[in-house]
């Protein structure tokens, strides 16, 4: 094809004047993809569609966080609207009779309080004291609770939609995981159902505000929310974590989503990062910890606190981020810094006891402080040879020290000083250079020539790796298909 | 490449990577999403070798490894558009960067195309309207309008190509 061709410039300036337009008239914003990303990043490396499920289409608008959409299986919505926008719908509606007034439904008609409606296939609407309209969606349940002007719901899954006119009186959407109030005029939550039925409590709750404000609460605390934000609370196992993030397999889900500091001062090259505090606190976490997060999103879910609720018991599943960066397999101990149920609160080492929340700056190091275990691996990455003894843990390779043998795979990854080969079967591997040349005081380093040869590596090339074990697996010689 | 350093790479050229495979031919959203996913691990599994630190030169260093994943999303899925080999991807980077790049990120572009869509008239309006937020296919529209589907076709590549005369217009009176 040539290349200067008018009739392809032509089909080319059409094709991106056709992307603006799914963009601007159809919605189709660019999303975000920063939290699976990350995620991914973090993981073994796998093709993306594996990763994380496809996004089934919906309103571009209102995407969440893949993440998120990822754990919530079916969504709790909830819409209180400006009483000017009411619905047709609301023609249904009757007088609030005296003194505990019934709910109308459209359906239906008259609905007692306490209660409980739920849809299967079918949405349904109802009115509540005249003033909030009510849209159960498909697969919703929730009971009516509440008084005259001071209208509720309680909701235990599904979706609903409400208009709420707040000038007559109060609305509130409860659920397990706190209480929204209306202190604005728009706003939608969701409860995603927890896995393994309606009779499982669901331990998660998601806001968004549109217009005005609200106030979301529980017994972790509030947090209000204004037009544009969307907050959350959730409770769940910490399944994963980085130095940058943690996630959370809430209970009653399969899935986990990933939460991450507030980010402060603007672009790292004027100085700006995550917030260190939370890092610290991150740092502090154990996974396998239940524990309670409050979020907002701030392009991802930011985390405003995070309270420990029990630590791991005796064994932790480790999660793939930590496996990549400490090397730990299932069933390893925990490294210091984690939390122990029981053990005493050392404030600045990042333990503290079950249940007790976690403050800010809990878990960092002290200046000068000498490295705990696990911090001995990042020297290593860095080409400081580690010095035994330390108490750094075994790594992989330590229980084959003195073996040697031969490795075929797939590069994954390399970088200086590394590089990750995928066998056909198994996990991948990682070998770095040998040690030369005796301490780094007398000249002594990693493999210079080696470290050379690992930078050429293409990811995706099958190499052949003689390696011989000493703490981890030393790359003796590389073959490739070049030579 | 820090988790933190490919965060700020992701939040500054996420947009505009996934238009970019969008442009080039991906044919649905999610494999869009996906293609964008992995330019972006690509980028971060490239260990800062070939990393640049300027904002436009990453921005050409992402846009090269979209181009390479999307011409073997091609091979492999074995959908082949008459765009999609090597040559054409390379002319239809240039378009990008001449059409869409002419002013820096490309919000102008987007902004300019807004103003441009206000000066079509009523019907073009709500055909553009129809086909792009309404998922009116081809064949609904030409029902709604008593034409042919052909006719509709090239009335609606008409309309884009003036949207394009209109945009390059307004960005260059500006």
């Not at chain 1, 990350?38 to 893949?66: C, D, G, H, I, M």
């Not at chain 1, 990042?350 to 976690?358: A, D, F, L, N, Q």
Request: charged letters at 35%.
């Amino acid at each position: 094809m040539d290349a200067t061709d008018p009739k392809d410039n032509e089909e080319a300036q059409d094709r991106l004047i056709d992307v603006l337009l799914r963009e601007e008239l159809g919605g189709e914003a660019p999303p975000n993809l920063a939290l699976r990303i990350l995620k991914a990043a973090s993981e073994p490396q796998k093709p993306a569609a594996k990763t994380f499920s496809v996004n089934a289409a919906k309103p571009a608008r209102w995407k969440w966080p893949a993440a998120i959409a990822a754990t919530v299986a079916l969504a709790v919505l909830c819409g209180l609207l400006i009483a000017n926008r009411r619905t047709q719908e609301q023609k249904f509606s009757g007088t609030a009779p005296e003194p505990a007034p019934p709910a109308k439904t459209v359906a239906t008609g008259a609905m007692q309080r306490g209660a409980v409606l739920s849809t299967t296939t079918e949405a349904r609407s109802f009115e509540l004291g005249g003033y909030c309209h009510v849209q159960m969606q498909p697969r919703t349940e929730l009971r009516v609770e509440g008084e005259e002007k001071a209208e509720r719901i309680y909701l235990s899954r599904g979706t609903v939609e409400c208009e709420v006119d707040k000038a007559v009186g109060s609305f509130a959407v409860q659920s397990e995981m706190g209480t929204v109030v209306v202190t604005g005029t728009k706003f939608r939550v969701r409860v995603p159902e927890a896995k393994g039925g309606a009779n499982m409590s669901a331990k998660q709750m998601f806001v968004r505000v549109a217009v005005g404000a609200v106030l979301l609460s529980g017994a972790w605390g509030s947090l209000p929310l204004s037009a544009g934000e969307e907050g959350g609370a959730v409770t769940g196992i910490v399944a994963s974590k980085s130095e940058t993030w943690l996630s959370i397999k809430a209970d009653g889900s399969d899935e986990a989503a990933m939460y991450m500091p507030f980010w402060r001062g603007g672009q790292p090259k004027d100085g700006g990062g995550f917030d260190k505090e939370m890092l610290g606190v991150i740092k502090s976490v154990a996974v396998g910890s239940k524990v309670k997060l409050v979020w907002k999103l701030e392009e991802h879910p930011r985390i405003v606190s995070l309270e420990v609720l029990a630590a791991p018991e005796r064994k932790i599943e480790v999660a793939s981020a930590e496996r990549k960066h400490g090397e730990k397999r299932e069933g390893e101990k925990m490294r210091d810094g984690e939390h122990r149920e029981g053990e005493k609160v050392r404030k600045g080492e990042g333990e503290h006891r079950e249940g007790e929340k976690v403050r800010k700056g809990d878990g960092e190091h002290r200046e000068g402080e000498k490295p705990r275990k696990g911090d001995g691996e990042k020297m290593r990455e860095d080409g400081d040879r580690p010095r035994k003894g330390e108490g750094e843990k075994k790594r992989e390779g330590g229980h084959e020290e003195g073996k040697s043998g031969v490795a075929i795979g797939k590069v994954v990854s390399r970088g200086e000083g590394f590089v990750e080969i995928k066998p056909e079967h198994g996990d991948v591997e990682k070998y770095v250079p040998r040690w030369i040349g005796g301490l780094p005081h007398d000249g002594g380093g990693p493999d210079k020539d080696m470290i050379r040869q690992m930078l050429r590596l293409k990811v995706g090339e099958w190499v052949k790796i003689e390696w011989t074990a000493d703490e981890r697996r030393r790359a003796v010689k590389i073959h490739t298909k070049r030579e | 490449m820090t988790h933190a350093e490919l965060e700020t790479l992701v939040r500054m050229h996420q947009a505009e990577v996934y238009r970019y495979v969008r442009y080039l031919g991906a044919e649905s959203t999610s494999v869009a999403e996906d293609l964008a996913q992995e330019t972006f691990l690509a980028a971060f599994r490239s260990r800062d070798l070939d990393a640049p630190r300027d904002e436009r030169k990453q921005s050409a260093w992402l846009r090269g490894i979209a181009r390479n994943l999307f011409l073997m999303h091609c091979r492999r899925s074995r959908s082949n558009p008459v765009h999609a080999d090597s040559a054409s991807l390379e002319q239809a980077e240039q378009i990008w960067k001449q059409e869409f790049l002419r002013e820096g990120d490309g919000f102008e572009t987007i902004e300019a195309l807004r103003r441009c869509l206000e000066t079509l008239g009523e019907k073009q309006r709500r055909m553009l309207k129809l086909h792009y937020a309404e998922n009116k296919s081809r064949s609904e529209l030409a029902e709604l309008f008593a034409m042919s589907e052909d006719g509709i076709k090239s009335l609606m590549r008409r309309l884009r190509g003036a949207l394009a005369q209109c945009i390059r217009r307004r960005l260059e009176a500006q």
